[in-house]
Structures are given as structure tokens and as C-alpha cells.
RNA sequence: GGGGGAUUAGCUCAGUUGGAUAGAGCGUCGGCCUCCGAAGCCGAAGGUCGUGGGUUCGAGCCCCGCAUCCCCCA
């Protein structure tokens, strides 16, 4: 059978994230290291063997053979560069210089040519088990406003529009958990060229509808979909609808300001509404173009500009903004001799509008077309006299759509492309999200479709989810038998000497740290790539002790001790996912249809 | 012509402000279910990190040239 009926059905835990911004701050290895590290620097100083104004960072990375130990950092190579000295030597006074809290290390050794590394004892690791799900504030409540999509209401959203919207979503999410104060808008522009080429559009349509035109008058730039259609067809079902397409366009308003376009704006933006509710993209505010144009917002901010001689009138009467030089970008026009604003100036006047609103931080997520717009929002916000670093954009590189290998053309004026709701209906909302958060946003990528539905049972969010279910499963079967997860205690770290169990406890330490990092970087995807990480180790320590240390045996010490190691995996896979906006299922199951082929005999 | 992005395993992609023997998923090949969920695990094969220079103790990462692809502007 085809694979739309080959999901697994599975059960939604309820969202588990909590995140307590008055908790002490979840303090993560590396930073204890480099805090030692950084301390024996400071006794190197005093002591004269440092230079008073050399400050070097102090790097912490995790080496990739285990035999050098948890962490490594390659300090004294850079002091040997900067003092010009052996780096053997100044590895040896770092070493001596390290005052580490007790029990805190195993070991700290020297290799050459010039790293410190350390290896953490057992129970300093399990230590952080106390709070691994506590996230740091490093936002710090700054006033972020995260605009996202923004796609004009002149069709359905597009797998690239779908691109944005989960990246911008998931950075939502991750930025709030980190203690940014974040808002979310969608930007929706209603009015200008497009809108009257949207409503004209469906003026044609209607007309065919009625009978009025065999279509041979429809526009050669119009929007020639299908949706326009459907749309036009409930357009002119209504008294309003059949008596404007009755009517010359011309003559029913303005090109983009007119029953048409309002109705199409109407009924567009609920499609578009539906699909992101579908996709599980969240606004907090849509904020419309026309409330700009309508309140005197956009009027006063080039009158602005022009008193403060950011902008200008040239001979034909239109009014430009400066660039006065800067990156080699000629004028802009912002109000055409015919009086009409353009998109720029109404972007100048919404940006100045966040500005201030008192948003310190403006992250616009946009696709990889429009980088050339950066430039002349950063000036225009400098001119308005906001600091243009305040303003942080995003692009978001194409998505080329592929099925079965074959590009598949898109355009929205043609009418031929999938849309983001075909794609969340036949691959579904979880494995359309992962798949999207797998990569970094600032790279091209392929997404085809039969592949995204054909590799539906082995995607890899599946594999996340399964792990979680895992666990629940695990935890069922304790409750079953009366046993409930137990709280942290510090001798728990003692029975829970497998190499499986070790590696869990160090992977389950970095969760804060990757999601920190994250948030800093507006980079959702590293998250994605951590819960594989962790649910791999996960999957590799339930299945290689299946046979001989269960989580739940006639031991209670190390019982006690296992489950709550996996309820601790659970845990970060459920925040995790909860962070991309992807559910943690407590049961997948096959369905009868989907086992596997028994082998013919 | 100017600008932005990309180039890493057969395919799709990671690679954390320059660090030790470059990773994952999928695909391929070979193993593992009486026993907490096999949507799993274990192993193997697979690489001149597009190319040529440069910077230095050290480059997938930084600088310059070139090639190819995507996009924007003129």
C-alpha cells in the first residue's frame, strides 16, 4: 500500500517543558572547566609568569579519542605563541597552577605537543544530573521581536515558505526557553502591486465563473492556480463577489484596495492560518501593511526622514531615501512621483514601529532572494536613529523540491507547486519539522518529496520519538510492578559503571550547554543533531544489555539507579523535541497494515 | 559586470570563535530477537574536505586566485 497510511499511530505525551527563570543558572562542565582554567591563569599572573595584559580564551572542546579524557584545551599552545615560549613548559606551570575543587577530577595531564587534558570523575558527572534540564537564562529577558513567513496573501504557503516557518517557530522556542522575552509576528502585506494583481486576478476568475469572460482576458502575470478558482467560485456565490466581478475592475476601488482584494486577502490568509496551525507555527501578532498606510504611520516616517535629510525629492517628484554611500547602493525610492508608497517605505515605517516598541533585538527571518534588502533596512534604521545592529536577518537558502530525483517546477503566478499543507498532510507535521531542523538554514537543500514519504518508518525523527517511547515503556512496566522513578541521590552514580551508562550521563550533562549554544546562534539544528546523539547512546546501552542488566531487575540499588537514568533520557529527548516543536510520543505502535512482510516459505 | 550562499563518504548533510586519527543519517554488505518495545543493536566497506597558492607549531575552518551550481542586483 502507499505510504500515506503507514505512520505510526502514536499516542501525544503532553508537552513537558518547564523552564523556571528564577532557578539557579544550570551550570555546565565546560564552564567549570574553563573556570579552573581561567583561575590558574590568574595565579600564573600574579605570579609574574604571565603577562598582566595578555588575555587569552580559553577554549574547552570535548577531544574525540576517549583516551584523552573528557575535556581537552589547547592553552598552552597558545600562551608558548603569545610568550614565545616552550609550550611543555608552560603546560607544566598551567598544570601546577590548577587548583581544582576537590573530587572534581580524575586526572589533568599534559600531551604534547601542547594540550591540558581532564579527565572528570564519575561522580562530578552524575552531580549534574540534579538539574540537566534546567537551561540557562542567557538571554537574559532582552526584548526580542522574531518576525517570520510574512508570505503575501496572494496564494498558499510553498515548501520554502514552510522552510522559514519551522526555523523561525523552533528559534521562537528555543530563544523563550533561554530566557529571551520573545514576540513573534507575521508581517502581511495587503497592499501594493501584488494585491491588485491578486485581486484583479480573481476578478478574471470570477467573471469565468459567471460566465463573463472565456478567460482569454486574464492577465499575463496574474496568479493562474487553481486556488484562485475556488476562490472566485465562493467570491461570486456571495451578492457582494458577483456584483463586483459584474463590474470593470477599474471601477469597484483602487487596484488594491477593493472588495476583490479583500476578499481574496480574507480567504488566502485563513488557508495560510491553516497550514501553519497544521505545521504547529505559532504568532503572537499579524501585523498588517495597511494599518501602516491607514494610521499615518508610514506618511510621518518619510516626513521624518525628509526633515532630517535621510530622504529627498527628486526632479519627477518622488521621494528617495539616502544611502549616502554605504555599500555601494544607490537611492531608494520610497513614495513614486505618483504618490504611491513603496514596500520599502512601508518596511522602513514597521521596523521603526518595533524599534519602538521597545524590541532592543529585530531578527527577520527572510529567504536567500532578498539579502539585498539588508543594507538598506540597516541604514534606514540608523537614519531613524535606532542602532542598526539591532537588526539581525536570517536568510534562509532555497529549498529545491525534488520527487523521485526530478526538480519540480515552482512558481506561484504559474500555479504549479506543491504546497507546505500537501507536504505536513502526506509526510506529517513531526518528520517535516525534523527534516527541516536537520539542517542549518544558511545551506541549499533538497527536499524530495517521495523521499520524505518513503523513508517515513526510518526518518530520523522517528528514531528520537522511538527512544522516548522506549523509556516510557520501561517506566509502565516499573509502575506495573510498584516501583516508582526516584528522585537524584549522590550514591546513585556509584552503580552505574557500564561504559553505556557513563557515556549517557556525559551526554545528558552537555543538553543546557547545546541548547544555550543554540539560542546564541539562532541555530535550532544543532539541537536535532544532539538528540540524535543522545537517543543513538540511549538505544546502543538498552539493546547491547538487553540480556544481562536490565533497567528493572531483582536489584533495587541499581534499579533505582536506572530508571532514573532513563527517565533523565526521557526527560531531555521530551524537552528536546519540545524545543523543535516535535511531540514525544509515550507509545508508537505499528498497526497491523504496517508490520512487516512475514518471508514468504 | 557587482553582490550573497554553496562545494566534505554512493545520496542528503553536520563539523561548536584554527587543534590531536574529519563525523552522522540513508543506501550497500555481513551478523544479533525464548527474555524491560528489533521503528533497535553490533561489525564492515566507503574521503586528495571542488582546485591552486598563502598565513603558522597546526587549516575542512582564516586570506587571495580559479572552477562549478543556486539566488539577487544592474
Given at each position: 500500500?502507499?505510504?500515506?497510511?503507514?505512520?505510526?499511530?502514536?499516542?501525544?505525551?503532553?508537552?513537558?517543558?518547564?523552564?523556571?527563570?528564577?532557578?539557579?543558572?544550570?551550570?555546565?562542565?565546560?564552564?567549570?572547566?574553563?573556570?579552573?582554567?581561567?583561575?590558574?591563569?590568574?595565579?600564573?599572573?600574579?605570579?609574574?609568569?604571565?603577562?598582566?595584559?595578555?588575555?587569552?580564551?580559553?577554549?574547552?572542546?570535548?577531544?574525540?579519542?576517549?583516551?584523552?579524557?573528557?575535556?581537552?584545551?589547547?592553552?598552552?599552545?597558545?600562551?608558548?605563541?603569545?610568550?614565545?615560549?616552550?609550550?611543555?613548559?608552560?603546560?607544566?606551570?598551567?598544570?601546577?597552577?590548577?587548583?581544582?575543587?576537590?573530587?572534581?577530577?580524575?586526572?589533568?595531564?599534559?600531551?604534547?605537543?601542547?594540550?591540558?587534558?581532564?579527565?572528570?570523575?564519575?561522580?562530578?558527572?552524575?552531580?549534574?544530573?540534579?538539574?540537566?534540564?534546567?537551561?540557562?537564562?542567557?538571554?537574559?529577558?532582552?526584548?526580542?521581536?522574531?518576525?517570520?513567513?510574512?508570505?503575501?496573501?496572494?496564494?498558499?504557503?510553498?515548501?520554502?515558505?514552510?522552510?522559514?516557518?519551522?526555523?523561525?517557530?523552533?528559534?521562537?522556542?528555543?530563544?523563550?526557553?533561554?530566557?529571551?522575552?520573545?514576540?513573534?509576528?507575521?508581517?502581511?502585506?495587503?497592499?501594493?502591486?501584488?494585491?491588485?494583481?491578486?485581486?484583479?486576478?480573481?476578478?478574471?476568475?470570477?467573471?469565468?465563473?459567471?460566465?463573463?469572460?472565456?478567460?482569454?482576458?486574464?492577465?499575463?502575470?496574474?496568479?493562474?492556480?487553481?486556488?484562485?478558482?475556488?476562490?472566485?467560485?465562493?467570491?461570486?456565490?456571495?451578492?457582494?463577489?458577483?456584483?463586483?466581478?459584474?463590474?470593470?475592475?477599474?471601477?469597484?476601488?483602487?487596484?488594491?484596495?477593493?472588495?476583490?482584494?479583500?476578499?481574496?486577502?480574507?480567504?488566502?490568509?485563513?488557508?495560510?492560518?491553516?497550514?501553519?496551525?497544521?505545521?504547529?507555527?505559532?504568532?503572537?501578532?499579524?501585523?498588517?501593511?495597511?494599518?501602516?498606510?491607514?494610521?499615518?504611520?508610514?506618511?510621518?516616517t518619510?516626513?521624518r526622514l525628509?526633515?532630517?535629510?535621510h530622504?529627498?525629492?527628486?526632479?519627477?517628484?518622488?521621494?528617495?531615501?539616502?544611502?549616502?554611500?554605504?555599500?555601494?547602493?544607490?537611492?531608494?525610492?520610497?513614495?513614486?512621483?505618483?504618490?504611491?508608497?513603496?514596500?520599502?517605505?512601508?518596511?522602513i515605517?514597521?521596523h521603526d514601529?518595533?524599534a519602538?516598541?521597545?524590541?532592543?533585538?529585530?531578527?527577520?527571518?527572510?529567504?536567500?532572494?532578498?539579502?539585498?534588502?539588508?543594507?538598506?533596512?540597516?541604514?534606514s534604521l540608523e537614519a531613524l536613529g535606532h542602532?542598526?545592529?539591532?537588526?539581525?536577518?536570517?536568510?534562509?537558502?532555497?529549498?529545491?523540491?525534488?520527487?523521485?530525483?526530478?526538480?519540480?517546477?515552482?512558481?506561484?503566478?504559474?500555479?504549479?507547486?506543491?504546497?507546505?499543507?500537501?507536504?505536513?498532510?502526506?509526510?506529517?507535521?513531526?518528520?517535516?519539522?525534523?527534516?527541516?531542523?536537520?539542517?542549518?538554514?544558511?545551506?541549499?537543500?533538497?527536499?524530495?518529496?517521495?523521499?520524505?514519504?518513503?523513508?517515513?518508518?526510518?526518518?530520523?525523527?522517528?528514531?528520537?520519538?522511538?527512544?522516548?517511547?522506549?523509556?516510557?515503556?520501561?517506566?509502565?512496566?516499573?509502575?506495573?510492578?510498584?516501583?516508582?522513578?526516584?528522585?537524584?541521590?549522590?550514591?546513585?552514580?556509584?552503580?552505574?559503571?557500564?561504559?553505556?551508562?557513563?557515556?549517557?550521563?556525559?551526554?545528558?550533562?552537555?543538553?543546557?550547554?547545546?541548547?544555550?549554544?543554540?539560542?546564541?546562534?539562532?541555530?535550532?539544528?544543532?539541537?536535532?543533531?544532539?538528540?540524535?546523539?543522545?537517543?543513538?547512546?540511549?538505544?546502543?546501552?538498552?539493546?547491547?544489555?538487553?540480556?544481562?542488566?536490565?533497567?528493572?531487575?531483582?536489584?533495587?540499588?541499581?534499579?533505582?539507579?536506572?530508571?532514573?537514568?532513563?527517565?533523565?533520557?526521557?526527560?531531555?529527548?521530551?524537552?528536546?523535541?519540545?524545543?523543535?516543536?516535535?511531540?514525544?510520543?509515550?507509545?508508537?505502535?505499528?498497526?497491523?497494515?504496517?508490520?512487516?512482510?512475514?518471508?514468504?516459505?
Amino acid at each position: 500500500m502507499p505510504f500515506g497510511g503507514a505512520r505510526p499511530k502514536m499516542r501525544r505525551a503532553k508537552a513537558c517543558l518547564r523552564i523556571d527563570p528564577e532557578a539557579p543558572r544550570g551550570e555546565i562542565m565546560e564552564a567549570i572547566v574553563e573556570r579552573v582554567l581561567s583561575e590558574a591563569m590568574e595565579q600564573l599572573r600574579a605570579a609574574g609568569k604571565v603577562p598582566q595584559d595578555l588575555h587569552l580564551s580559553i577554549v574547552i572542546e570535548r577531544p574525540k579519542r576517549e583516551e584523552f579524557g573528557d575535556f581537552g584545551c589547547a592553552l598552552p599552545l597558545a600562551l608558548a605563541k603569545a610568550t614565545r615560549r616552550n609550550p611543555m613548559e608552560c603546560g607544566k606551570e598551567l598544570m601546577a597552577a590548577i587548583q581544582a575543587p576537590e573530587g572534581l577530577f580524575d586526572a589533568v595531564t599534559f600531551a604534547p605537543p601542547g594540550y591540558l587534558n581532564f579527565k572528570v570523575a564519575t561522580a562530578a558527572w552524575f552531580d549534574r544530573m540534579k538539574d540537566v534540564t534546567t537551561l540557562p537564562a542567557v538571554g537574559a529577558g532582552e526584548k526580542v521581536l522574531l518576525e517570520f513567513v510574512s508570505a503575501n496573501p496572494t496564494g498558499p504557503l510553498h515548501v520554502g515558505h514552510g522552510r522559514g516557518a519551522v526555523l523561525g517557530d523552533a528559534i521562537a522556542r528555543v530563544m523563550r526557553a533561554t530566557g529571551y522575552a520573545v514576540q513573534t509576528e507575521y508581517y502581511v502585506n495587503d497592499v501594493g502591486n501584488q494585491m491588485a494583481m491578486m485581486g484583479l486576478s480573481l476578478h478574471c476568475r470570477g467573471r469565468e465563473a459567471l460566465g463573463l469572460s472565456d478567460g482569454s482576458d486574464f492577465p499575463e502575470n496574474g496568479y493562474k492556480g487553481q486556488y484562485v478558482r475556488d476562490v472566485a467560485a465562493e467570491f461570486v456565490a456571495t451578492a457582494e463577489g458577483k456584483a463586483a466581478c459584474e463590474q470593470p475592475y477599474e471601477d469597484i476601488g483602487a487596484r488594491d484596495d477593493n472588495p476583490c482584494t479583500h476578499f481574496a486577502e480574507q480567504r488566502l490568509l485563513v488557508v495560510i492560518q491553516d497550514t501553519l496551525k497544521a505545521g504547529g507555527i505559532h504568532f503572537d501578532r499579524w501585523f498588517t501593511e495597511r494599518t501602516l498606510h491607514q494610521n499615518g504611520a508610514l506618511a510621518a516616517t518619510v516626513q521624518r526622514l525628509l526633515d532630517q535629510g535621510h530622504a529627498y525629492r527628486d526632479e519627477a517628484g518622488a521621494t528617495l531615501f539616502r544611502m549616502e554611500g554605504k555599500a555601494d547602493e544607490d537611492d531608494r525610492v520610497m513614495v513614486r512621483a505618483s504618490g504611491v508608497p513603496t514596500y520599502f517605505a512601508a518596511d522602513i515605517a514597521y521596523h521603526d514601529d518595533k524599534a519602538r516598541r521597545g524590541f532592543t533585538r529585530l531578527i527577520n527571518i527572510w529567504g536567500a532572494d532578498h539579502h539585498g534588502y539588508i543594507p538598506r533596512m540597516k541604514a534606514s534604521l540608523e537614519a531613524l536613529g535606532h542602532d542598526p545592529a539591532c537588526l539581525q536577518v536570517l536568510l534562509v537558502q532555497m529549498v529545491t523540491l525534488t520527487r523521485g530525483g526530478v526538480a519540480v517546477p515552482m512558481g506561484k503566478r504559474s500555479g504549479e507547486f506543491v504546497t507546505l499543507q500537501e507536504v505536513l498532510e502526506e509526510v506529517g507535521q513531526d518528520a517535516v519539522r525534523f527534516l527541516f531542523l536537520l539542517r542549518k538554514a544558511d545551506s541549499q537543500m533538497e527536499f524530495d518529496l517521495d523521499l520524505a514519504k518513503s523513508q517515513s518508518m526510518e526518518n530520523p525523527v522517528y528514531y528520537v520519538q522511538y527512544g522516548h517511547a522506549r523509556v516510557a515503556s520501561i517506566l509502565r512496566k516499573a509502575a506495573a510492578q510498584g516501583i516508582a522513578v526516584p528522585g537524584w541521590e549522590a550514591g546513585m552514580g556509584d552503580v552505574l559503571t557500564l561504559p553505556e551508562e557513563a557515556a549517557l550521563v556525559k551526554d545528558l550533562a552537555r543538553f543546557a550547554a547545546v541548547v544555550a549554544s543554540a539560542a546564541r546562534r539562532c541555530e535550532p539544528h544543532h539541537i536535532a543533531f544532539y538528540l540524535m546523539d543522545l537517543v543513538k547512546g540511549f538505544h546502543a546501552y538498552y539493546t547491547r544489555n538487553a540480556h544481562t542488566e536490565k533497567v528493572i531487575s531483582a536489584d533495587p540499588v541499581k534499579t533505582a539507579a536506572r530508571l532514573f537514568l532513563v527517565a533523565r533520557v526521557q526527560s531531555v529527548l521530551a524537552e528536546g523535541l519540545a524545543l523543535l516543536g516535535v511531540s514525544a510520543p509515550e507509545e508508537m505502535r505499528l498497526t497491523a497494515d504496517d508490520e512487516p512482510a512475514s518471508e514468504p516459505d
